[in-house]
């Protein structure tokens, strides 16, 4: 029996993100291989070096998400997925067989870039796919799959860690080698899979992209009420686009609706980073050391942390089409500020280490997984969900490239400022994210319309016709109905050919 059509749409997305899980498993290994002994006997590398080691990969990314834009567009989504396979798997291999630190340095730049290609093109690709009734919970795979990634890395390196002799390299060779695998099966099976409909009736296939339409949602039936409607949506948004919207990176600054939805995207990736998790994840792992958990003890908790926050994934995929995408991210937010103010609050009046107090230590561990269940529920899918559906697809593919572009660009400044802002201000810094979760909260409030279940070629009159202020807007006149309105003039008339030709059949009898 075959597989029901969202079922099918589900699996290609699931298979998809397996470039998402080598991002996952490549920021969780890394921790491991520059604290392995035999890494440091071998390069014994400065806190300068060791730190670029880390840096390297995300400033790598920046440039992947760049090279995807014009990639996605020129080469289609599936090649793109391809070519960023290949060069992970070449930076896999440097890193895996480095004899120097320039070689790591090599291998870190380039996983960093097919990784930048990876994040960008994958929630694309799955946004274009998916019917807009399941779209949320096949774009939130994007996150959930990063947290396998880190899951899986955290276990592996801990069984490399005390699986090898510390004088043995294959203590940090082996959990590096192990990241090629994963992407060496992305890469050598994505082309079996269906490529975009949408890029494909872009770039002149139009036949092609039916063929695809029918495949992902009827079972391969071309003449499907759902599959005919929803192929004719795509060809007149399609062709409105290629008479008036954006066709290069400058005409996204120029144009009011593609500039909007490129602010909102470029925004809530931002945002994500200014929400904290790079730095209560940081100071978490120095509370552990303060409380007296160290070396092999700190996985379990740290492991804790990452069952929690998938726990937080899955709930995530199973809801987010219901409840939608507005207040989800609201509440999120909120529920980062509440968490953040506790956790101020417990740092400033029992500092660990100095108070001795260690039901407060526990304490703010326990914040901080309160913490990791509201971010992983909430804002990390949505950064990811939300800019892949909002764009047309003329400038989709230069749109979320520029906004995972910003996403790595936060994402390393934040990297680099943590522990200093930490080491000079302490618990003081976590000010900053109550006062940047709360402004999200608003700032989305304001501005952020909901697209939870709306087809993607509706998306145009969203943003180019809703008011900027969102809470003024009358739900009810923006209802997404055209491509119902569209699947039930498509039943007309193939009912009606129906009565035509039965009649035709009654009058030869």
């Known amino acids: 029996m075959a597989l029901p059509p969202k079922w099918y749409q589900f699996l290609v997305g699931v298979f998809a993100s397996l470039g998402s899980l080598l991002f996952g498993y490549d920021l969780g290994v890394i921790a491991q291989v520059i604290a392995a002994q035999s890494f440091n006997t071998k390069f014994n590398p400065t806190e300068n070096e060791t730190g670029a080691v880390v840096s390297v990969f995300t400033g790598g990314a920046f440039f992947g998400a760049a090279f995807a834009g ?58 274009e796919l998916a019917h807009p009734s399941i779209r949320g919970r096949v774009t939130a795979l994007q996150q959930f799959m990063l947290g396998i990634g880190a899951l899986a890395a955290a276990w592996i390196s801990y069984g490399c860690y005390v699986g090898f002799e510390p004088t043995n390299d294959g203590q940090w060779r082996t959990s590096l080698g192990i990241q090629c695998i994963p992407a060496v099966f992305l890469g050598g099976l994505i082309l079996l899979f269906p490529e975009s409909p949408r890029w494909l009736i872009d770039h002149g296939k139009p036949e092609e992209g039916l063929r695809m339409l029918a495949k ?153 997984w309160v913490y990791n269940f509201s971010f992983s529920a909430t804002c990390g899918p949505l950064s990811w969900i939300i800019p892949a559906e909002i764009f047309d697809t003329k400038t989709r593919s230069k749109g979320v490239s520029i906004a995972t572009m910003v996403s790595f660009a936060f994402n390393t400044m934040i990297g680099q400022v943590t522990g200093p802002a930490m080491s000079a201000v302490g618990y003081k810094f976590y000010l900053l994210f109550v006062i940047c979760n709360f402004t999200n909260a608003v700032f989305f409030w304001a501005i952020l319309p909901e697209t939870a279940r709306r087809p993607l070629e509706e998306m145009n009159r969203l943003f180019s016709e809703a008011p900027l202020f969102v809470p003024s807007m009358k739900q009810s006149d923006w209802a997404s109905n055209d491509l119902e309105r569209r699947v039930e003039e498509v039943k007309a008339k193939q009912e009606g050919f129906a009565h035509t030709e039965a009649g035709s059949g009654a009058v030869g009898h």
Request: aromatic fraction near 10%; proline fraction near 2%.
């Open 70 to 127: 014009p990639m996605g567009d020129k080469l289609g989504r599936r090649w793109t997925i391809l070519i960023g396979s290949v060069v992970f798997i070449l930076g896999g291999a440097l890193q895996t067989g480095a004899q120097a630190l320039s070689y790591l340095y090599s291998g870190r730049l380039f996983a960093g870039v097919g990784v930048g290609i990876l994040c960008m093109i994958i929630p694309l690709y799955q946004a």
């Open 216 to 368: 992902l949602h009827a079972h391969g039936d071309t003449s499907n009420a759902w599959v005919q409607a929803e192929y004719a949506a795509i060809q007149d948004a399609i062709a409105f686009e290629h008479e008036h919207e954006a066709k290069s990176y400058v005409e996204l600054f120029k144009d009011k609706s593609c500039f909007r939805r490129l602010f909102i995207a470029c925004a809530l990736q931002a945002s994500v980073q200014m929400t904290g998790v790079s730095a209560i994840q940081y100071y978490s792992v120095t509370i552990y050391g303060l409380m007296g958990i160290e070396g092999d003890d700190t996985l379990q908790y740290q492991a804790i942390s990452s069952v929690i926050a998938l726990v937080a994934q899955a709930l995530c995929i199973l809801l987010i089409d219901r409840f939608g995408r507005r207040w989800p991210l609201i509440l999120g937010n909120l529920g980062n500020c509440v968490t953040f103010i506790i956790a101020t609050i417990m740092l400033a009046v029992y500092p660990p280490g100095a108070s001795n107090n260690q039901a407060a230590a526990w304490g703010f561990i326990v914040v901080t």
